[in-house]
Nanobody, 117 residues
Framework: QVQLVESGGGLVQPGGSLRLSCAAS????????MSWYRQAPGKQRELVAA???????IYADSVKGRVTVSRDNAKNTVYLQMNGLKPEDTAVYYC???????????WGQGTQVTVSA
């Protein structure tokens, strides 16, 4: 099993910044993609950013230029640096890990990000 623990969420004013962390533990071998998703009340969960084992990154159009996903392999941790936050960014942010073989799709518990004045 893979365990993911997110942290770093909180209340921030519009235009502010946060850095979310996702610490992975357990059977973390062969994890090829680590992703950040978010879900606001009444909306479906959406991809925010993803990073592959090779370091390639993907960003949602809504956050391009404002967020950066990175990883620290020594710490088995993935980060999401968010700048220029908007009220529309308010959501619960979830970390996801996918392992194609032998299989597995894992989620963290989520961390709340609230952008409000």
């Amino acid at each position: 099993q893979v365990q993911l623990v997110e942290s770093g969420g909180g209340l921030v004013q519009p235009g502010g910044s946060l850095r979310l962390s996702c610490a992975a533990s357990g059977s973390i071998f062969s994890i090829n993609v680590m992703s950040w998703y978010r879900q606001a009340p009444g909306k479906q969960r959406e991809l925010v950013a993803a990073i592959t084992s090779g370091g390639s990154t993907i960003y949602a159009d809504s956050v391009k230029g404002r967020v950066t996903v990175s990883r620290d392999n020594a710490k088995n941790t993935v980060y999401l640096q968010m700048n220029g936050l908007k009220p529309e960014d308010t959501a619960v942010y979830y970390c996801n890990a996918h392992r194609p073989l032998p299989g597995g799709d894992y989620w963290g518990q989520g961390t709340q990000v609230t952008v409000s004045a």
